[in-house]
């Protein structure tokens, strides 16, 4: 079995009460709200090719992030892993948009020269709610999963006060890793970036979600990770994401990420008691034409 096996049928998913929500590829979301504001998540759009990745500092492709995103309100951002991070200072400056995520990640704000007021360091230790339009968030202290040899987190540790914004891959430490709740007019979603969660931390109101966005990149390397972040969230649909080879242009056919193992996923997910549904998206880095109300 393939993402594409049980793939939404139009490139957007809109909630019953028309939330948008556009998958970036990796982590990174984009929900538009019927009313208008726009709350991007971990939103990477440039996947730089791996030598690259490997040999130079990567910076952010400008023309794509101009074209992938017109506006943005808020941004929230859950590690700062270079693909969750890389595009949020620019993508910050062009929009105006306000950013939410750790102390590492308001470091590359400060780097880029954005005004302190438009960045918040959350509290990693306790849960942060805040409001973004019609948006409730609260932000949830997390883990990130432990797949580097010896069973360590990659590139641990925290991206240093610094002058510099473009990094080398290796540079851009994990930091503080938060997850998403995110409530809108009631219909709650929840963002697990890394494939690892603190069940004592995921608040109550994360119970029965309607909608799971459960990163499934090296989640081998967390014990029973699915069927425990199953029984954490009780979700009414999974959505899983993160498989997507993202050293690879969104251009070009997607290849997976090495052990995605889609198909034991679904299998795991559908002998959960609950039987929550599992739906994948089309990654859509430019976005679709017309009005929100109008992308089904
Ligand atoms: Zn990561």
């Given at each position: 079995m393939d993402p594409?096996?049980?793939?939404?049928?139009?490139?957007?998913?809109?909630?019953p009460n028309g939330l948008?929500?556009?998958?970036?590829?990796?982590?990174?979301?984009?929900?538009?709200?019927?009313?208008?504001?726009?709350?991007?998540?971990?939103?990477?759009?440039?996947?730089?090719?791996?030598?690259?990745?490997?040999?130079?500092?990567?910076?952010?492709?400008?023309?794509?992030?101009?074209?992938?995103?017109?506006?943005?309100?808020?941004?929230?951002?859950?590690?700062s892993h270079f693909d969750h991070v890389m595009?949020?200072?620019?993508?910050?400056q062009r929009s105006g948009a306000h950013v939410h995520g750790s102390r590492?990640?308001?470091?590359?704000?400060?780097?880029?020269?954005?005004?302190?007021?438009?960045?918040?360091?959350?509290?990693?230790?306790?849960p942060t709610t805040f409001e973004v339009g019609p948006f409730k968030v609260t932000a949830v202290p997390s883990v990130h999963s432990r797949f580097a040899l010896g069973k360590k987190v990659p590139y641990a540790g925290d991206i240093p006060c610094t002058c510099e914004v473009h990094l080398k891959g290796s540079q851009y430490r994990c930091g503080d890793v938060f997850s998403f709740l995110v409530d809108y007019h009631?219909?709650?979603?929840?963002?697990?970036?890394?494939?690892?969660?603190?069940?004592?931390?995921?608040?109550?109101?994360?119970r029965g979600v309607d909608l799971l966005l459960m990163?499934?990149?090296?989640?081998?390397?967390?014990?029973?990770?699915?069927?425990?972040?199953?029984?954490?969230?009780?979700?009414?649909?999974?959505?899983?994401?993160?498989?997507?080879?993202m050293w690879r242009s969104a251009d070009k056919p997607m290849r997976l990420l090495p052990r995605t193992d889609f198909g034991r996923l679904v299998a795991e997910v559908r002998t959960f008691s609950r039987e929550p549904s599992v739906l994948t998206l089309p990654i859509l880095v430019r976005p679709p034409a017309g009005p929100p109300s109008q992308r089904v």
């Open positions: 594409t096996d049980v793939q939404h049928d139009s490139p957007v998913f809109v909630t948008t929500v556009r998958w970036l590829g990796t982590a990174g979301y984009e929900l538009t709200s019927a009313e208008g504001p726009i709350l991007l998540i971990d939103p990477y759009v440039t996947r730089v090719g791996l030598v690259r990745y490997l040999t130079r500092r990567i910076v952010p492709d400008a023309a794509l992030v101009a074209e992938a995103f017109s506006r943005a309100d808020a941004i929230l951002v859950g590690h595009d949020v200072p620019l993508i910050a590492s990640t308001a470091n590359l704000m400060q780097a880029m020269g954005l005004p302190a007021a438009q960045f918040t360091a959350l509290d990693k230790d306790a009631g219909y709650r979603l929840y963002h697990l970036g890394s494939a690892n969660l603190i069940e004592d931390a995921i608040p109550r109101e994360a990163c499934i990149a090296a989640r081998f390397a967390t014990e029973r990770f699915v069927p425990r972040t199953l029984a954490a969230f009780t979700p009414e649909r999974v959505m899983p994401m993160h498989y997507d080879f």
